[in-house]
């Protein structure tokens, strides 16, 4: 089945530096991904979507100079996380849209980041 | 707009005990409902979907049942097992390629 391939799985940054997450999709052209936040005990909140090629857009309230999506390629997606500080400490997931998506496809699940900020 | 509402947990079980997570939706046409998986520290797996009006997705034992009558997509399973502790989440997608919309995850512990 698809698979999108999230690194690193864990990170732990000093306040202040820059982290960066990737997800692969691994066997499969991943035209749209959607990043998503988690806060503990808490539901999944769409940060942005990108879409191969073009800007990403965010979604209200997310500062898109802190986080930073990039999606050059239809199999590689980042986020980086600047100038980190302890309350963007969370867990971060992709979610991978195949160019064959339709409406009744579920999307492929990134493992997941869990960031820490000291 | 589209929102999708769950049952609060914790839900704790015993081994073997019947197992129902409540899910309604509020959404603008005819949606495809999911239901996805979350174990500890790991990302969401697809564990079943439905996409029209009484479909009922079924996996692992688990199954569901799209009621647009009562929009609600309940999902149920007849004995649980140790391993099926993990945070359910009840997920909805409105049309191809908008991000899905999740509702709040619902824990679930089973205890042998």
């Known amino acids: 089945g698809a698979v999108v391939s999230q690194h690193p799985s864990r990170v732990i940054c000093k306040s202040g530096t820059s982290v960066k997450i990737e997800c692969r999709s691994l066997?499969?052209?991943?035209?749209?991904m959607f990043w998503y936040r988690q806060f503990p005990k808490q539901s999944l909140m769409l940060m942005a979507t990108?879409?191969?090629?073009?800007?990403?857009?965010?979604e209200q309230g997310v500062e898109k100079d802190k986080f930073l999506i990039n999606h050059a390629s239809l199999t590689l997606s980042t986020l980086t996380v600047t100038s980190a500080h302890p309350e963007d400490s969370s867990f971060y997931i992709c979610?991978?849209?195949?160019?064959?998506?339709?409406?009744?496809?579920?999307?492929?699940f990134g493992s997941g980041t869990r960031l820490t900020v000291v | 707009g589209d929102s999708v509402t769950q049952m609060e947990g914790p839900v704790t079980l015993s081994e073997e005990a019947f197992l129902t997570i409540n899910c309604t939706y509020t959404a603008t046409g005819y949606p495809s409902l999911f239901w996805y998986v979350q174990y500890p520290g790991e990302g969401l797996q697809l564990l079943l979907k439905a996409t029209k009006a009484d479909d009922k997705g079924s996996n692992k034992g688990f199954e569901a049942t799209y009621r647009k009558e009562t929009t609600s997509f309940h999902l149920e399973k007849g004995s649980v097992q140790v391993s099926d502790s993990a945070v359910y989440f009840c997920a909805l997608k409105g049309q191809a390629g908008t991000a899905l919309i999740f509702g709040k995850g619902t824990t679930l512990s089973v205890s042998s």
């Open positions: 979610s991978a849209r195949d160019r064959r998506d339709r409406a009744d496809s579920g999307y492929t």
């Open positions: 066997d499969f052209q991943a035209t749209t």
């Open positions: 990108s879409n191969e090629g073009s800007k990403a857009t965010y």
